[in-house]
């Protein structure tokens, strides 16, 4: 099994930065690609950007490019999101999802971290 933990979401003024970090446990989590999914209030939970484990491949939504930059850290059991220029519409609870190998599909994802709540506004 593998476990995810969120961190570093907050309230940002429109135009503001933050930070997420996702850190991943477990003794079969090598060789996982890692992503990114928020989830607003009333919509569905919705793709923003993915890693491949190497780091050599990353996607991202189009409402997101950019913007936002997905990157691992050097041990690969962390992926952190840089999201610059925000916006009110990025309002939205932030999920890190781990799966085999890199995609924008949820299903391609089968262990998900609680989330976390990121805030845009004045």
């Known amino acids: 099994q593998v476990q995810l933990v969120e961190s570093g979401g907050g309230l940002v003024q429109p135009g503001g930065s933050l930070r997420l970090s996702c850190a991943a446990s477990?003794?079969?989590?090598?060789?996982?690609?890692m992503g990114w999914f928020r989830q607003a209030p009333g919509k569905e939970r919705e793709f923003v950007a993915a890693?491949?484990?190497?780091?050599?491949?990353?996607r991202y939504a189009d409402s997101v490019k950019g913007r936002f930059t997905i990157s691992r850290g050097n041990a690969k059991n962390t992926a952190n999101l840089q999201m610059n220029s925000l916006k009110p519409e990025d309002t939205a609870v932030y999920y890190c999802?781990?799966?085999?190998?890199?995609?924008?599909?949820?299903?391609?994802?089968?262990?998900w971290g609680r989330g976390t709540q990121v805030t845009v506004s004045a």
């Open positions: 999802a781990a799966g085999p190998h890199i995609a924008t599909m949820r299903g391609a994802f089968g262990s």
């Open positions: 890693i491949s484990w190497t780091g050599s491949d990353t």
């Open positions: 477990g003794r079969t989590f090598s060789g996982y690609a």
